[in-house]
């Protein structure tokens, strides 16, 4: 009904920067919040940051004045620009979007997720 796609991830070194996309698809009426969150080996996923369909956001604290998130309501797009990154943020990075769908359900749709890997 709902498909969200992940791009973006990839192998950087510490300090470097990736952003992330993810693009939503199907039986999609409207778009309420839409976020990202992270899961790395052995610890529980965890909220990254998140955006309401009006602009407002928020974010981990770990993340913080060096993650942005944003999107583009017209292209069902959200984006993670990731600056000066740590070690410590090597996880996979699943995309989460609250849906209402055309058939007026409203769903919490999860991408597969990107693998993000931050080492020297």
């Known amino acids: 009904q709902v498909q969200l796609v992940e791009s973006g991830g990839g192998l950087v070194q510490p300090g470097g920067s990736l952003r992330l996309s993810c693009v939503a698809s199907?039986?999609?009426?409207?778009?309420?919040?839409m976020g990202w969150y992270r899961q790395a080996p052995g610890k529980q996923r965890e909220l990254v940051a998140r955006?309401?369909?009006?602009?407002?956001?928020n974010y981990a604290d770990s993340v913080k004045g060096r993650f942005t998130i944003s999107r583009d309501n017209a292209k069902n797009t959200v984006y993670l620009q990731m600056n000066s990154l740590k070690p410590e943020d090597t996880a996979v990075f699943l995309c989460?979007?609250?849906?209402?769908?055309?058939?007026?359900?409203?769903?919490?749709?999860w991408g597969q997720g990107t693998q993000v890997t931050v080492s020297s």
């Open positions: 955006i309401t369909s009006g602009g407002n956001t």
């Open positions: 989460n979007a609250d849906v209402l769908t055309t058939g007026r359900a409203t769903i919490s749709s």
């Open positions: 199907g039986s999609i009426s409207r778009i309420y919040n």
